[in-house]
């Protein structure tokens, strides 16, 4: 496995097929800064490619899943730099990979912080949790999709309200609001997903990725297109061993056994 310096990668003995994504700068509250991003963008993508891991968790310590972009980073560039280099369009690799992403967010989720949650596909956070696209406070705006994932997750209203008042807002307002798919109390939380990121990955792995697929192409594409893109795919399952596997072991009141095929 390769050596990485600010993200931790380990596989639980307790998850099969699951891998688990430590954020780990500490001092920095997991500050996001581009060794980061090229690391666990890395790590991701290297993840996705193998056929024997069927989910992924990213998390970060109970005190910040990640406190933004690192500010000090940023701090001295000037716009012809970060126009050619095209800053943190590496994060967009994250949005294309087939595997599932399940966040364990405790603590601090601010700016890329809830940003990087937000790219995962399933987001669950402790009671501890809170989030916000502090950037305005700053003298920017979100960099990493904030204003676009942020108002699709949680509508118009809140999302300006808070953008354009960078203020923070509590896990329970989160989860009322639609960015949370679950709370889970602090002590839980990895286990939790861990558990949830091994259901996932015991299913079979190419129908996950198409269930995936179907739900974000909702984001993208009107509800005629999103239904047609839907049953065609439905349709193209029936082509898998695991739907025969699936359904027969319905018929035959079994546990199914999924190859992944
Ligand atoms: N970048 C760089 N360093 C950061 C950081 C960040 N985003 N967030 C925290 N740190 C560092 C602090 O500088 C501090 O380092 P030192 O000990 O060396 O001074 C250390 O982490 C601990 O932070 P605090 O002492 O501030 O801890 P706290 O508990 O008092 O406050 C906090 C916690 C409220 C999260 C506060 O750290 C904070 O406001 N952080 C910045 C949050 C923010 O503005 N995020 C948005 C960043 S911009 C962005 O993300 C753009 C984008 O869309 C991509």
């Not at 807002?169 to 990121?197: N, Q, W, Y």
């Amino acid at each position: 496995m390769t050596e990485y310096e600010t993200i931790l990668v380990s596989r639980p003995s307790q998850a099969p097929r699951v891998a688990l994504i430590t954020l780990n700068r500490p001092k920095a509250l997991n500050a996001l800064n581009r060794q980061l991003m090229l690391e666990l963008v890395g790590a991701v993508t290297e993840l996705d490619r193998d056929p024997d891991v069927g989910a992924v968790v990213i998390t970060g310590s109970e005190r910040a899943f990640a406190a933004g972009a690192d500010i000090r980073e940023m701090q001295p560039q000037g716009f012809p730099g970060v126009y050619v280099d095209d800053l943190f369009r590496e994060w967009d690799r994250l949005a294309d990979v087939r595997i599932p992403l399940v966040a364990a967010v405790a603590g601090h989720a601010l700016g890329g912080g809830c940003e990087l949650a937000m790219l995962c596909d399933i987001l669950l956070a402790a009671d501890n949790a809170t989030f916000g696209q502090p950037e305005i406070r700053l003298g920017v705006i979100p960099g990493i999709g904030g204003s676009q994932r942020l108002t699709r997750a949680v509508g118009k209203a809140k999302a300006m309200d808070l953008v354009l008042t960078g203020r923070t807002m509590g896990v329970e307002e989160a989860e009322r609001s639609g960015l949370v798919s679950r709370i889970v109390p602090l002590a839980d939380l990895l286990d939790e997903a861990l558990k949830t990121a091994a259901t996932i990955a015991g299913y079979s792995s190419p129908v996950v990725s198409m269930a995936k697929e179907a739900v974000n192409r909702s984001y993208e594409t009107t509800l005629a297109e999103g239904i047609r893109f839907e049953r065609r795919v439905f349709h193209s399952i029936f082509a898998t061993a695991d739907q025969k596997e699936g359904m027969a072991a319905f018929v035959e009141k079994r546990a199914a056994d999924f190859t992944h095929s």
